[in-house]
């Protein structure tokens, strides 16, 4: 079957999917062509760009066309108009900055898969400090072989099968990272201590269903090596939650140069992550942290809905011409706009 799913300009499905963490649950067959093939519909579901304004999904008979509707929607960051719509909302000192990024990647959505939870909590864990296309696919892309519908059930998988999968850290700690995420439903009164609520919680994908700033909180307590970054990931890509904001390199290297934030600026640290409220998205049952005025993310957070698109943008920019190391400033777009360490 096949259907026409209309967006709204500038859209490009290839730079709204690679970069995202929703790409693990696909395969890029070709530009613009996407197969998914783990999550919901997976093996049912392909994507191909054929204009500015549309994408063709074709989908297995045996599917509502209404599911597959609502669920490509999301997946392609099409429940979310242009960003570059809402650049005016910015002060006219940063507008042009961030104009010229989105005209460099014009197009950047931000796909979501909030009914694959526990598909993207797997990405995410295996991400941390490594290459993402030349590692955490392909080991992503063995754990779906081995678990197909059931990525959790990992947690009580034999050395033997881990093995297969890969030899690094990422692969070894994995595990004790899903028996954690496993865990959250029992440790409830523990997690929530402070939050003034205990959520109801069954099974871990039930976390979609909270607050974003609540399910970051609980999730930073309870998972073993999930820090902050690894966190906003996850929502990012589950959640409609635009404005959180992963901070890696790229982030800061990009609006360092750019002349947005100031040098001595930290990233976010976990310890303070789970204690306190972020000034970026505050929660009123817990005091603000005392790291605010020196935490990039706190810092950024003047983009609101634009945050995690812009971040999206850097990420992009940093890791393709704006690199931390030989950066390649001759063929920069954005090089008038630079402002590079002496």
């Not at 003034?196 to 970051?216: E, F, T």
């Not at 950024?300 to 995690?308: A, I, M, P, R, V």
Request: net charge positive.
């Amino acid at each position: 079957m096949e259907l026409s799913l209309e967006v709204e300009e500038p859209f490009n499905l290839d730079l709204s999917l690679a970069p995202s963490f929703v790409s693990s649950l696909y395969l890029r067959l070709k530009p613009k062509v996407w197969v998914k093939i783990a999550g919901r519909l997976a093996n049912k579901v392909r994507l191909m760009q054929v204009s500015n304004t549309e994408v063709k999904v074709f989908y297995d008979s045996t599917l509502p066309k209404e599911l597959v509707e609502e669920t490509v929607e999301l997946e392609i960051g099409a429940w979310h108009s242009p960003f570059e719509f809402q650049g005016s909302l910015l002060s006219s000192s940063v507008r042009p900055i961030v104009e010229a990024l989105a005209s460099a990647y014009p197009g950047v959505r931000l796909p979501i898969a909030p009914w694959d939870f526990d598909f993207l909590f797997i990405a995410v864990s295996l991400s941390r400090r490594t290459d993402y296309e030349r590692f955490v696919l392909r080991w992503c892309r063995r754990i779906w072989d081995f678990f197909g519908e059931d990525p959790l059930s990992i947690a009580e998988a034999s050395p033997n099968v881990l093995s297969q999968i890969g030899s690094s850290y990422q692969v070894a700690q994995l595990q004790v990272m899903v028996r954690d995420l496993l865990s959250i439903p029992n440790r409830l009164e523990e997690l929530s201590r402070g939050l003034g609520l205990r959520p109801i919680i069954k099974y871990p994908a039930d976390l979609v269903n909270l607050n974003p700033n609540v399910a970051r909180v609980l999730l930073l307590r309870a998972c073993r090596y999930l820090g902050p970054k690894a966190v906003d990931s996850l929502i990012l890509s589950s959640f409609k939650a635009p404005t959180f904001i992963p901070c890696d390199v790229h982030l800061k290297t990009v609006t360092l140069r750019l002349g947005l934030v100031q040098a001595d600026l930290t990233f976010p640290e976990k310890a303070f992550c789970k204690r306190f409220s972020c000034s970026a998205q505050p929660l009123k049952e817990l005091e603000t942290c005392p790291r605010s005025n020196r935490c990039l993310r706190s810092s950024l957070s003047w983009l609101g809905e634009l945050g995690g698109w812009f971040q999206t943008l850097c990420y992009i920019h940093g890791s393709s011409t704006c690199r931390t190391v030989t950066p390649r400033c001759d063929e920069c777009s954005l090089k008038n706009l630079c402002h590079p360490a002496k």
